[in-house]
């Protein structure tokens, strides 16, 4: 698994983005996909996941009803599309893949690891 997060950048507050984890590996669509950011001086956390199938997503309490993730199993790329962005989600956001069977919000139960890609919400 070799994941590629793209599509970071700089929005204003309301704005939207799409991020996208594209994995050049061949067992995708076997993986737990999820999102973590790490704010400046934060600990990374948990935004949101998906099941290998799709059918099970899971978000924070923070991006719930703005933020949806989804992945294409054909294309090995998730996505995280992104809504009414707000300064606090300015944060680097890592995609991360684990071969468990169940959703997990803690880092460390993620194998693999994209580099991050950078949001900036401006006020």
């Known amino acids: 698994v070799q994941l590629q997060a793209s599509g970071g950048g700089l929005v204003q507050t309301g704005g939207s983005l799409r991020l996208s984890c594209a994995d050049t590996?061949?067992?995708?669509?076997?993986?737990?996909m999820a999102w973590f950011r790490q704010a400046p001086g934060k600990e990374r956390e948990f935004v949101a996941a998906i099941s290998w199938s799709g059918a099970r997503t899971y978000y924070a309490d923070s991006v719930k009803g703005r933020f949806t993730i989804s992945r294409d199993n054909a294309k090995n790329t998730a996505y995280l599309q992104m809504n009414s962005l707000k300064p606090e989600d300015t944060a680097v956001y890592y995609c991360a893949a684990s071969g468990g069977r169940g959703i997990s919000l803690l880092g460390h139960e993620y194998a693999y690891w994209g580099r991050g890609t950078e949001v900036t919400v401006s006020s």
């Open positions: 590996g061949r067992t995708f669509s076997s993986y737990v």
